[in-house]
């Protein structure tokens, strides 16, 4: 998993609540667990003006000029501001995975879906929860300004304008020391990885039944 430590990047407006995940990535694209590919279907429905099928070339479709991240000024953005409850519905992991895939690092809004939330930070998403006013103030900024960039800074909690006006945020301790070292769930398991193989010495001395090898008879 991709460490997430500082990042700046180009913010895209995703202008609606109650964002879920079926809206992010349809259920027919679930067909994959590699965690990469699920990028040209993000939004699929909104951002194509046909209907989407699995293993499909998405360049030949038709596009959606109204929506967001069809529009050139948004092309290359990496940061998503949406409004409250984004990431509802169904709790699938594919819903970062494509997000990510896209090239999204931070996600911006005054709420999130709670499965949604710990899922990005299991895959190297970082969401940002900041006050309705300030999420308004930020969208009336991107809308104004073509190419409008926000600094973000995971170890100092700081969301920053081109002006130099910063918003603080609280994360997790926790999730922030992941996301911050590239641990996923497997790579905190890891960190252990020398007292969990001193266990296993020990009880290969105590129980060596547990470990015969039951193919040799």
Not at 200 to 214: G, I, N, S, V, Y
Request: net charge negative; charged share 25%.
């Amino acid at each position: 998993m991709r460490a997430f430590t500082q990042h700046k990047g180009v913010v895209a407006p995703m202008d609606r609540s109650n964002v879920d995940t079926d809206m992010i990535i349809p259920k027919q694209f679930l067909k994959s667990i590699k965690r990469t590919g699920f990028g040209p279907n993000l939004f699929d429905e909104l951002r194509y003006l046909d209907e989407g099928k699995p293993d499909q070339d998405c360049s030949q479709r038709p596009k959606n000029p109204d929506f967001v991240l069809n529009q050139p000024r948004y092309e290359h953005a990496s940061i998503l501001l949406a409004r409250s409850n984004f990431g509802c519905g169904s709790s699938r992991e594919h819903a970062p995975w494509a997000l990510e895939d896209f090239g999204f690092r931070a996600i911006i809004a005054p709420s999130f879906a709670d499965i949604f939330y710990n899922n990005c930070f299991k895959n190297g998403l970082l969401p940002i929860v900041l006050p309705e006013e300030t999420v308004e103030k930020l969208f009336q900024a991107t809308w104004a300004e073509d190419g409008f960039e926000l600094a973000v800074d995971l170890e100092a909690k700081t969301v920053t304008t081109p002006s130099g006006e910063a918003f603080s945020f609280e994360v997790d301790d926790f999730q922030r020391h992941c996301l911050l070292n590239g641990l996923d769930d497997i790579g905190v398991t890891l960190e252990d990885a020398d007292h969990i193989r001193t266990y296993e010495d020990q009880r290969r001395q105590t129980a060596p039944w547990l470990f015969r090898d039951l193919s040799a008879g």
